[in-house]
C-alpha cells in the first residue's frame, strides 16, 4: 500500500529531514549522557541504598510521560498546526528542568541526599510530564512531514547518529566519573546533557509544517472520553497489539538493574561503567540503522517482535554473567530491545489510524500502557530486592510470551486499511 505524498511535504522533505535529525540526534545524545539505564541507577545508588528508589526513577518517568497524552492529544486534534504548542511544551517542561538537576546534584548530593533525590524525581517528572504532553502533538507532526516510507530510516538514522555520538561520549563519561569528584561528576553530566537538549529544541523549531487539511471541531473533554471505548471495540487488531506488547513491555522491569546487578556483583570501575555504557550505545546506534530500514519495508510489527525477544536474551544473557567481560552480551542485547522498541512502538501506531484520529490513537495507547510502565519497574525493584535471578527469569518468560503474541495473533496494521474512530465532525482548514 503506497501513500500519495502532498507536494508540500515533497518539496520540503529534505529540510524536514534535516531539522528533524538535529532535534532527535542532540536529545539523544542528551540522554544517553544522563542514560536511565546506567547513569541514573548508579547516582541514585549513590543517594540512597533502597533498590525501590531506583526502580521508582523509571516509573515516575514513565506515569509522568505516559498518563497525560490522552488529555493532550484531544488539544492536539484540534490545532491546524503542532509546531508551536509542541515547542513550547518541549523547550519549558520538557528541556529546562535538567539545568536544575545539575544544580541540585551539585550542591545538595553530599550533605541533603535526600533531598537531592527528591529534586531529582521531580526534574525526571517534569521532564516526562512535558514530552507526554508534547507527544500526540509532536509525533503527529512528524507523520505530516515525513512520509510513512521515510519515517522508519528517519528515526533509524537520527536515533543511530545520537546513539553513536553518545557511544564516543561514553568514554568521557567514564572519564568524568573517575576523575571528577563526586557529585560534581554526576552534575557536570546533567549540564551538558542540558546543553544538547537546547541545540535539539533548535533544530525543533525549524519544521516547515503544512496546516492540517482536516481537523475536528472542539469537543468537551467528558464526550471525547466517551466515544474511546468504541476504538477498543472496533478494532479487534489494535486491542491484540495493546495486549501483546504490554506483555512485552514487561520485559523491560529489570532494565535500570542492569547496571546495578554489575556494580553489586562486579565492583564495577567508572571504566567498567563507561564500557557497559558503551557497549549500551553502540548496539543502538547500529541496530537502530538496520531496524529503521527493516521497519519501512517490512513493517514495525517485526521490530517489536524483535524487541520482546531480545529483551528476554538480554535477560538471559545477564543471569549467566559471571565478570564484566560477560556482561557485554547482556548490555548489547538490552541496546537491540531498547533500540527496536524506540524506532518502531509509536510508528506502528501511526499505521492502525486516520491522519485526523492519530493523536487520539498516541494518546490512548501510552495511557494505557502507563499502568504498565509504572508498576513493572517498581516491582522490578521490589524483586531485585531479594534476588536478581528471580528478576531476570520474569523478564525471560514476558519477553518470550510478549514476542510470540506479537509474531502470531497481531496482523501488521500495514496491510489493513485504517477506519475513522468514530463520525465527529471534522473541519477543513482551506
Not at 528508589?53 to 486534534?77: D, K, M, R, T, V
Not at 568514554?171 to 557529585?183: C, K, N, Q, R, T
Not at 471525547?224 to 506483555?247: G, M
Not at 536474551?313 to 543471569?319: D, E, M
Request: aromatic fraction near 14%.
Amino acid at each position: 500500500m503506497t501513500a500519495k505524498v502532498d507536494p508540500f511535504v515533497k518539496k520540503n522533505l529534505p529540510w524536514n529531514f534535516s531539522v528533524n535529525l538535529i532535534d532527535i540526534t542532540f536529545i539523544t545524545l542528551a540522554f544517553s549522557l544522563i542514560s536511565r539505564e546506567t547513569i541514573m541507577p548508579l547516582l541514585i545508588d549513590n543517594l540512597t541504598d533502597s533498590k525501590i528508589a531506583i526502580g521508582l526513577a523509571p516509573a515516575i518517568f514513565s506515569i509522568s510521560f505516559y498518563l497525560p497524552q490522552l488529555f493532550a492529544a484531544n488539544h492536539a486534534e484540534r490545532l491546524t498546526r503542532k509546531l508551536p504548542f509542541v515547542m513550547f511544551i518541549g523547550g519549558l517542561l520538557e528541556r529546562v528542568p535538567y539545568v536544575f538537576a545539575g544544580f541540585a546534584v551539585y550542591f545538595f548530593a553530599k550533605g541533603s541526599p535526600t533531598l537531592a533525590l527528591l529534586a531529582v524525581y521531580l526534574v525526571i517528572g517534569l521532564g516526562a510530564f512535558g514530552a507526554g504532553v508534547a507527544t500526540p502533538a509532536w509525533f503527529t507532526m512528524i507523520g505530516k512531514v515525513l512520509p510513512v516510507n521515510r519515517r522508519g530510516i528517519f528515526f533509524g538514522v537520527s536515533d543511530g547518529l545520537g546513539t553513536l555520538m553518545g557511544f564516543i561520549g561514553a568514554y568521557f563519561v567514564g572519564v568524568i566519573l573517575d576523575d571528577v569528584a563526586y557529585p560534581q561528576n554526576f552534575a557536570t553530566l546533567f549540564f551538558v546533557a542540558a546543553f544538547f537538549m537546547g541545540i535539539s529544541w533548535i533544530g525543533l523549531s525549524l519544521n516547515r509544517e503544512p496546516e492540517s487539511p482536516v481537523v475536528k471541531e472542539h469537543i468537551p473533554l467528558s464526550h471525547y472520553f466517551r466515544q474511546l471505548p468504541a476504538i477498543l471495540r472496533r478494532n479487534v487488531n489494535f486491542r491484540r497489539f495493546l495486549l501483546s506488547y504490554s506483555i512485552g513491555r514487561f520485559s523491560l522491569m529489570g532494565a535500570s538493574f542492569f547496571i546495578v546487578f554489575g556494580n553489586d556483583r562486579f565492583d564495577l570501575s567508572g571504566a567498567d561503567v563507561g564500557l557497559l555504557t558503551a557497549v549500551l550505545l553502540g548496539s543502538q546506534a547500529v541496530i537502530q540503522l538496520a531496524l529503521g530500514w527493516l521497519g519501512d519495508r517490512r513493517g514495525h510489527k517485526l521490530n517489536l517482535t524483535i524487541f520482546a525477544f531480545a529483551a528476554a536474551g538480554a535477560a538471559l544473557a545477564a543471569s549467566l554473567a559471571s565478570n564484566v567481560i560477560t556482561l557485554i552480551p547482556a548490555f548489547f542485547l538490552l541496546g537491540t530491545a531498547l533500540a527496536a522498541d524506540r524506532i518502531s512502538h509509536l510508528n506502528i501506531v501511526l499505521e492502525f489510524a486516520l491522519p485526523e484520529d492519530q493523536p487520539t490513537y498516541i494518546g490512548l495507547t501510552n495511557t494505557l500502557l502507563a499502568p504498565v510502565v509504572f508498576l513493572a519497574p517498581i516491582f522490578g525493584g521490589w524483586v531485585a530486592d531479594n534476588s536478581f535471578q528471580q528478576l531476570f527469569d520474569l523478564m525471560l518468560i514476558c519477553g518470550a510470551v510478549g514476542g510470540v503474541l506479537l509474531a502470531l495473533w497481531v496482523k501488521e496494521p500495514r496491510h489493513v486499511p485504517p477506519r475513522p474512530m468514530s463520525m465527529e465532525k471534522v473541519k477543513s482548514s482551506a
